[in-house]
């Protein structure tokens, strides 16, 4: 079983920026893909970023390319998510997620194995 929590989250003004963090609680050498998510108020939960922890590979959500990005420290076992250029719309719970094993779409709930508990974060206009 792998633990991920994550942390950063909180309250900003539009035009701000917060970095998310989601520390694993075994090595993420096992855990080839990671990504995040988000779910907002009375929506589904959303496909923001993935990363695949060996090559370092990114994809990103049209919604949030060019102001997200995401990365990772092997060392420390955590995954991070760098929001910048933030926008109400933003606001939403966000999890981070790991699979055991590369599958594809990556973008899909259903193929990550494990999720965080959800860190809120709350843009203001």
């Known amino acids: 079983q792998v633990q991920l929590v994550e942390s950063g989250g909180g309250l900003v003004q539009a035009g701000g920026s917060l970095r998310l963090s989601c520390a694993a609680s075994?090595?993420?050498?096992?855990?080839?893909?990671m990504g995040w998510f988000r779910q907002a108020p009375g929506k589904e939960r959303e496909f923001v970023a993935y990363?695949?922890?060996?090559?370092?590979?990114?994809i990103y959500a049209d919604s949030v390319k060019g102001r997200f990005t995401i990365s990772r420290d092997s060392a420390r076992n955590t995954m991070y998510l760098q929001m910048t250029s933030l926008e109400p719309e933003d606001t939403a719970v966000y999890y981070c997620?790991?699979?055991?094993?590369?599958?594809?779409?990556?973008?899909?709930?259903?193929?990550?194995?494990?999720w965080g508990q959800g860190t809120q974060v709350t843009v203001s206009s």
């Open positions: 075994r090595r993420t050498v096992s855990l080839p893909q």
């Open positions: 990363i695949n922890w060996s090559r370092g590979t990114t």
């Open positions: 997620a790991a699979a055991q094993t590369l599958r594809v779409p990556v973008s899909w709930l259903n193929v990550y194995d494990y």
